[in-house]
C-alpha cells in the first residue's frame, strides 16, 4: 500500500485503479472515523462513499501540503458536517434494523481495530462529547500526529493539545466506570 | 455493509449517471441558447436586408424553409458547445466530460493577478451571482479566450461579482455566460460545499457570518402561538411517537415541552438586520426526564406542519446544559447554520455537540447583545 497520493495521482492521469486502491486502503478507517460524527454505521459509509464520489467528479488537487490520508479525512469531515447541516437528524435507522446494524458496526471494528483491548476503548468512545471522540479516534486509533489532527479537524495544535488532556481524562472516567483501568489515559 | 469491491462498483456506476445527467442537461442548454441565438441572427439578417434595401431589389419574400434550415444547422454547431461550456476532455477520456477543477487540461481557464481562475458553471450556475466590477476583456487574461476571440471573433467581458471574491463572470458575445472560481476555492478540504458565503470570516473551512453593525432586531413570518402549538401536537402525538420509536428512540414515556422557542438568525448579508423568523418554532421532546428529539414547527399559509430532528444520546449534552441553567432564561440563534444557544453566563452550546467557540468571540456580552423575548425558552 502507497500512501494514496500516487494513487490519486494515477487517477487523475485516467487510471480508475487509482480510485480502488484509495476505496480499498482507507474506505474502513474512514467510515469508523465518519461513524464518530453521524453515529450511524450505514450513514458513515454512505458520506464515506460520497467523500470518494466527491474525488472522482471534482478531481480536486491534492498539494501535499499534509498527507494524503489526513486530507481525504477532512474532506470527510466537511462532507459529514454538511450532512449534518442539512439533515439535521442524527440517526434514523429503524429499529427493526438494529441488530444488523450493531452486527456490522462490530464487525468493521473488529476487522480494521482489531485488538480486543482497543475495540473495548472505541466503544468507551461514543460515550464522549463529539470533539472529543474526535481527537482520540484522530491520534490513538488512526496514528495521526496533533498537528495532522489539528488540521482535519480545524483546530490549532494547543487546541487540540487541550482538548486531547480533557478527552484523555473524560475517557478515564467512562472507562473506570466500566471496571477497565488503563495506564496510558 | 458494502465490500471495498461493491463501493468501488458503485461509485463507477454514480459517475457514469452523473455524467449522463450531465450532458443531458449542457446538451438541453445548448439547444436553448443555440435556439436563441439562431433566432437572434435570423432577426439580425432580416433588418440587414431590409435596411439593405434588397426586398425591393428581389421583391421575394423569404422563405420560411431558409430560417428553418438556418436554426435546424446551428443547434447542431460544435462553434457553440465548445464556446459556451469549453468541454476540457475528449471522447476517450475517463472523466468522460465532467469538469475537472484543478487538472492541467482543464479549459475555460484564466489568470487575473496572479490569481487562476477555472471555469465551474454556464448559465445555471450564474443566476445566483452579480456583477460586481467590470475587469476587462476574457481574451487579456487568457490565451483559451484570446484564441476564441482571434479565431471565432468571439470574446467575453470579465467580472468581479458581490457574492463572493472568488468567482468570476464572463459575458460571452454569443450571449453565453460562463462561471469561474479560484483554485483555492475549490479544495473540498478546506471548503464546506453549501456553506454561507454572504459575508463573514473562513475560519477552518466554516464560514463565520458578520454580525450586522446594530442588533436591532426584525420580527418576520406568520408567528406560531403556544395555543396553536398545543392544539397541533395534541392531533398529532400519536404519529410523532411513532415516527420516534421506529427511529429507535425510546418512547415509551413521551413528553413534548408545554412552550417552544424562536431562534434570531443572521447570514452576514450586508445591510440586512438581526432577524426571527416567527413560523419556526422549536419543541423539546422527552422520554422521562431524557431529551430525546428536537421537533421543529413550520407555518405556511396558515398550516402547521413538523419536522422532527431525532437525537438520542448526541442531544445528552444539550441536556445536562438545560438542566444545569434551569430556571434561566437562554437565547437561541442561528449563526447561518450553526445554531448556538447562549445562557446569561455566556456559555453557549450547540445541540448536536458542534464546537460554537469562534462564533461570538468579539462580542463583549453576547447574551444581553442578542437578547430579545422572541427568541427565548426557559427550561
Not at chain 2, 84 to 91: F, K, M, Q, S, V
Not at chain 2, 165 to 182: A, F, M
Not at chain 2, 220 to 236: H, L, N, P, R, S
Not at chain 2, 352 to 360: C, K, R
Request: with cysteine; hydrophobic share 35%; charged share 25%.
Amino acid at each position: 500500500m502507497d500512501n494514496g497520493a500516487s494513487s490519486y495521482r494515477r487517477f487523475l492521469n485516467g487510471d480508475d485503479e487509482g480510485i480502488a486502491e484509495i476505496v480499498r486502503d482507507f474506505k474502513d478507517g474512514l467510515i469508523l472515523y465518519l461513524n464518530g460524527y453521524v453515529k450511524n454505521i450505514y450513514t458513515a459509509e454512505e458520506l464515506a462513499e460520497d467523500t470518494f464520489f466527491r474525488l472522482m467528479v471534482k478531481r480536486p488537487k491534492f498539494l501535499g501540503k499534509s498527507s494524503f490520508k489526513s486530507w481525504l479525512y477532512s474532506i470527510g469531515r466537511n462532507v459529514a458536517v454538511d450532512r449534518i447541516r442539512h439533515d439535521h437528524k442524527m440517526s434514523d435507522t429503524p429499529i427493526e434494523d438494529m441488530e444488523t446494524y450493531l452486527s456490522d458496526e462490530y464487525d468493521l471494528e473488529r476487522s480494521y481495530i482489531k485488538e480486543e483491548r482497543k475495540i473495548e476503548v472505541r466503544r468507551a468512545l461514543d460515550k464522549l462529547p463529539l470533539d472529543y471522540r474526535q481527537v482520540l479516534w484522530l491520534i490513538y486509533f488512526e496514528g495521526f500526529s496533533n498537528a495532522e489532527a489539528s488540521v482535519i479537524m480545524k483546530k490549532n495544535e494547543r487546541q487540540i493539545r487541550n482538548l486531547l488532556y480533557r478527552a484523555k481524562q473524560s475517557l478515564k472516567n467512562e472507562l473506570e466506570k466500566e471496571g477497565f483501568f488503563y495506564e496510558e489515559f | 455493509m458494502k465490500s471495498s469491491d461493491e463501493m468501488i462498483n458503485s461509485l463507477y456506476e454514480r459517475r457514469d449517471n452523473y455524467i449522463s445527467e450531465r450532458k443531458a442537461r449542457n446538451k438541453t442548454i445548448v439547444k436553448t441558447v443555440s435556439a436563441v441565438f439562431s433566432v437572434c441572427l435570423v432577426a439580425l439578417i432580416g433588418v440587414g436586408v431590409f435596411t439593405l434595401g434588397w426586398f425591393k431589389a428581389n421583391d421575394k419574400p423569404a422563405s420560411p424553409s431558409d430560417s428553418t434550415s438556418i436554426i435546424e444547422n446551428t443547434e447542431e454547431s460544435d462553434t457553440a458547445d465548445i464556446l459556451i461550456y469549453a468541454p476540457n476532455h475528449d471522447e476517450n477520456d475517463a472523466s468522460g466530460g465532467i469538469y475537472q477543477g484543478g487538472t492541467a487540461d482543464s479549459l475555460g481557464r484564466l489568470s487575473i493577478s496572479g490569481a487562476n481562475y477555472i471555469q465551474i458553471g454556464t448559465a445555471n450556475e450564474a443566476v445566483g451571482y452579480t456583477k460586481k466590477e467590470y475587469l476587462g476583456k476574457a481574451s487579456e487574461f487568457s490565451d483559451l479566450y484570446r484564441k476564441f476571440a482571434d479565431e471565432d471573433g468571439i470574446d467575453g467581458d470579465v467580472y468581479s461579482v458581490n457574492e463572493s471574491p472568488d468567482i468570476l463572470l464572463i459575458y460571452l458575445s454569443n450571449e453565453g455566460v460562463v462561471v469561474l472560481s479560484s483554485e483555492t476555492n475549490g479544495d473540498p478540504a478546506n471548503v464546506l460545499e453549501n456553506d454561507n458565503q454572504n459575508g463573514g470570516e473562513n475560519i477552518g473551512g466554516i464560514n463565520i457570518p458578520t454580525l450586522p453593525a446594530t442588533n436591532e432586531i426584525d420580527l418576520v413570518g406568520d408567528k406560531i402561538t403556544e395555543e396553536e402549538a398545543k392544539q397541533y401536537f395534541e392531533e398529532t402525538s400519536a404519529s410523532i411517537i411513532s415516527s420516534l420509536s421506529a427511529s429507535g428512540v425510546e418512547a415509551d414515556n413521551i413528553r413534548i415541552s408545554d412552550t417552544g422557542y424562536c431562534h434570531i438568525n443572521y447570514d452576514g448579508t450586508a445591510g440586512k438586520n438581526l432577524e426571527i423568523r416567527q413560523n419556526f418554532r422549536d419543541y423539546l421532546v422527552y422520554n422521562g426526564d431524557r431529551l430525546v428529539a428536537i421537533v421543529t414547527l413550520t407555518k405556511d399559509n396558515g398550516l402547521l406542519s413538523s419536522t422532527p430532528a431525532f437525537g438520542g444520546e448526541w442531544f445528552d449534552d444539550y441536556n445536562e446544559f438545560l438542566k444545569q441553567h434551569e430556571g434561566q432564561k437562554l437565547v437561541y440563534l442561528y449563526a447561518g447554520w450553526m445554531e448556538i444557544i447562549i445562557a446569561p453566563d455566556n456559555t453557549c452550546t450547540n445541540p448536536m455537540g458542534l464546537d460554537v467557540s469562534e462564533y461570538l468571540k468579539g462580542i463583549e456580552d453576547p447574551y444581553k447583545w442578542f437578547y430579545n423575548k422572541a427568541a427565548v425558552y426557559t427550561p
